[in-house]
């Protein structure tokens, strides 16, 4: 069955950078695009990047653009997420999904911590 | 960027009955719609993708419906695992968006 597991999270002061990695099972992850979803404490989820199959279509939400970078390796089944010039606003849970027909997601990971704190 | 207005914030009801979700975007997004469960400690599930199409393995007990600029979320007879937050997503044009969640509990 598909599995995604997160990875690379942690504490990171204001500033820094961290990248974030998802390791992908159970389906052909070379043909399935993938998000990036983040969700903060008692918060709904916010959209960050999505990344197409063959790694040539990216997006960003306003909030990240110009500071994260997605990215993959399709022969190592893997999706990273290269997130810089950290900031307060970033801490949240971070998930990758795959994605079902250009914004839908039918599954997510467990997600990575990510806290961005002094 | 579009924005998805969920109503109410917080709705209570009781095993058995029948819940109406609502949300609404800032303009028209066609059928471009779905919704997604999520309990506590979990994360989302897709209930409902383009509108009114169940994903593989909900219960014929959800529905979804709408096109435009207003959608609805049905839960025919709610069952005691349905109490959770719900939200609603778009797609289309970049970026994606969420709305605020609806949250279901049981009165």
């Known amino acids: 069955q598909v599995h995604l597991v997160e990875s690379g999270g942690g504490v990171v002061q204001p500033g820094r950078s961290v990248r974030l990695s998802c390791a992908a099972s159970?389906?052909?992850?070379s043909q399935w695009g993938m998000h990036w979803v983040r969700q903060a404490p008692g918060k709904g989820p916010e959209?960050?990047?999505?990344?197409?199959?063959?790694?040539?279509?990216?997006h960003y939400a306003d909030s990240v653009k110009g500071r994260f970078t997605i990215s993959r390796d399709n022969s190592k089944k893997t999706l990273y997420l290269q997130m810089d010039s950290l900031r307060a606003e970033d801490t949240a849970v971070y998930h990758c999904?795959?994605?079902?027909?250009?914004?839908?997601?039918?599954?997510w990971g467990q997600g990575t911590v990510v806290t961005v704190s002094s | 960027e579009i924005v998805l207005t969920q109503s109410p914030a917080t709705l209570s009801l009781s095993p058995g009955e029948r819940a109406t979700l609502s949300c609404r975007a800032s303009?028209?997004?066609?059928?471009?719609l779905a919704w997604y469960q999520q309990q506590p400690g979990q994360v989302p599930r897709l209930l409902i993708y383009?509108?009114?199409n169940r994903a593989t393995g909900v219960p014929p007990r959800f529905g979804g419906s709408g096109s435009g600029t207003d959608f609805t979320l049905t839960i025919s007879s709610l069952e005691p695992e349905d109490f959770a937050v719900y939200y609603c997503?778009?797609?289309?044009?970049?970026?994606?968006?969420f709305g605020q969640g609806t949250r279901l509990e049981i009165k």
């Open positions: 999904a795959r994605d079902l027909n250009s914004g839908w997601t039918d599954y």
């Open positions: 159970g389906f052909d992850f």
């Open positions: 959209w960050v990047a999505v990344l197409g199959h063959d790694g040539n279509t990216e």
């Open positions: 303009q028209s997004i066609s059928n471009y």
């Open positions: 383009g509108a009114s």
């Open positions: 997503q778009r797609r289309g044009n970049w970026p994606i968006t």
